[in-house]
């Protein structure tokens, strides 16, 4: 008998299921069926490979009942295990899902139950019902010998040479006394009929096949019902909640293809890892050739799951020609499209669909915002679908649509801001002038986002622009206070002057238009690389080449206003206090560029404001 011991993950995923999961324990049949169903896949798809394969008649899978020695037992004529395959298979865990099945247990509860076919350990959930498990399988490769894998849950496993004549795997289960229920073969029934309905291969019971096993992508979408759908979802996803969007396609020129995707109401856990697998599956002539057909979408929808079947996709084609062929190219470029679309209709559909966009676009909004950037062909769609707060609307999310409908009069843009700093973005001095104007401002707060207005220039024949960029169109001259010209007039020779002062920290100094209630503020030149972009890119160890900003002063402003009169008195030693609007304008972005020198100046002030006194 050859012993070994679980890897660190497993045990903790053994503890887990065993100890914290148990309000729907009846997804361990589910997973088990699931896992004999992509064991039969791939046999057949080996089978077209080799011509040596142990070849099995009528393959299927069946599952039986005995209730005087308390076990199940869940057979398949799949391509079966050798003793190599059971020990990475059954004794680690390849891609541990291990920490966030964890975190997702102490987010949800008991509910994580249902979650445990996305965290790739489907296999444990036998653990759930059962003290021992069994499994003996073998290969299908020719010389393979049959091998016995068991385990009580605990520390390990034993592995030793078995007896099996034909292909395939045997799992038996010795239930626990509390899983008794289980030995009910009517319940058994029960249990493949409402998660395994889909599964492409017959599951039998005592000779009589269980499951409907029609394809659902190769019916007409007027027969299948929301009910049928929503059981084909969380068959293939491992997902429990309901889909958020469902499309079913049937084309027929110049191509031939059928597809069931869809999009999901929550974000899976895995999404951004780097090794995260699409849950998008390829089948010709519903021959499974790949469980993870990455080519199929471009990348920004990688949250998107389900069935794409073509008779017109090479059988024998590998990962990496695939992407290269004009057919997948033509199949990824419509699907985009019809996914694109139907997220569209949702967010015009009155029964609740834009809240229903908003929920999901705080979910994997970032995600569409990458298509913006890398997809030209898909940017219309993808702009129309852009979703923010912004300056009047409270926190809630508005479209470019809105944006441009909510124009003012004497508005002629839409304008953004740019900044990581979501909890002060909407407080920056640089959106003041736009509150008073009541020019409605989008708060972008996503580095991505960056990138987003690299790409859009317009929207419907608008202008987009930053409202940290450039110079904010003055207000008329007439339609200034008299109090408003004269402090405009007194401080353009401050600006002046503190232009040749700052010059080596600041392109220039000008009066702002952009400013109500603050003294300074610093923006960008137009066309210049912007402080958020500049701040980004540092944070990713980029080189950059930093631009000279324009710091620009409130003539209003009391501060500004004594400065002024000072300037034109020739008052001596100034130049601290001048200093000190470009140190408030570097605050107001939550940085000091010289902390020595600012803590100076404003000494320096306090002396001078206590000697007043």
Known sequence: MDSHQFQADVRQILHLVTHSIYSDREVFLRELISNASDALDAARFEGL????????????????????????????DGIGLTAEQATENLGTIAQSGTKALA???KERGEDASSMIGQFGVGFYASFMVADKVVVTSRSG??????????????????????????????????????????????????????????????????????????ALWTRDPREVTEEEYSAFYKHISGDWNEPLVTLHVRAEAPLQYQAILFVPARRPWELDRLDFK????????????LDHADALLPRFLRFVTGVVDSPDVDLNVSREILQQTAVVATIKKQLTSRVLKKLRDLTRDEDGGAEKYNAFWGEMGHLLKEGIHEEEG?????????????????????????????????????????????????????????????????????????WVVMSIKDFEEVPLKSAAHGELPETDEEDLSEDEQKARTEATPLATWMGEMLSGDVEEVR????????????????GAMGANMENILKAANQQVMQDKRVLEINPEHPMVRTLA?????????????????????????????????????????????ASSM
């Open 141 to 214: 490769l020719p010389e393979a010998e049959a091998i016995e894998w068991t385990s009580d849950g605990g520390e390990g496993y034993t592995l030793v040479s078995a007896e099996r004549e034909t292909r395939g795997t045997d799992i038996v289960l010795h239930l626990r006394e509390d899983s008794a229920e289980f030995l009910d073969a009517d319940k058994i029934q029960e249990i493949i009929k409402k998660h395994s309905e889909f599964v492409s291969w017959p599951v039998s019971m005592d000779g009589e096949q269980v499951n409907e096993q029609a």
């Open 103 to 105: 975190a997702a247990i």
């Open 511 to 526: 009066l702002s238009s952009r400013l109500t209630d603050s003294p300074s503020v610093l923006v960008n030149k137009e």
């Open 378 to 450: 898909s940017k219309k769609l993808l702009t129309g679908l852009l979703r923010y707060p912004t300056t009047a609307s409270g926190g809630d999310l508005r479209s470019l649509v809105e944006l441009k409908e909510s124009m003012v009069e004497g508005q002629d843009t839409i304008w953004y801001l740019t900044d990581v700093d979501k909890d002060r973005i909407a407080s920056k001095p640089v959106l003041e002038g736009f509150k008073q104007r009541d020019w409605e401002v989008m708060l972008m707060t996503d580095p991505v986002d960056e």
């Open 278 to 289: 699409v849950g998008l599956k390829l089948y010709q002539k519903r021959i499974k050739i």
């Open 565 to 609: 009169r000072l300037n034109s008195d020739g008052s001596p030693g100034l130049e601290p206090f001048a200093r000190l609007l470009l140190d408030h304008a570097q605050i107001a972005e939550g940085r000091v560029a010289d902390p020595a020198g600012f803590a100076g100046r404003l000494q320096a002030l306090m002396e001078k404001a």
């Open 49 to 76: 490979q080799r011509d040596d394969l142990l070849s099995v008649e009528d393959p299927g899978i069946r599952i039986s009942v005995d209730a005087e020695a308390g076990t199940i037992t869940i057979s398949d």
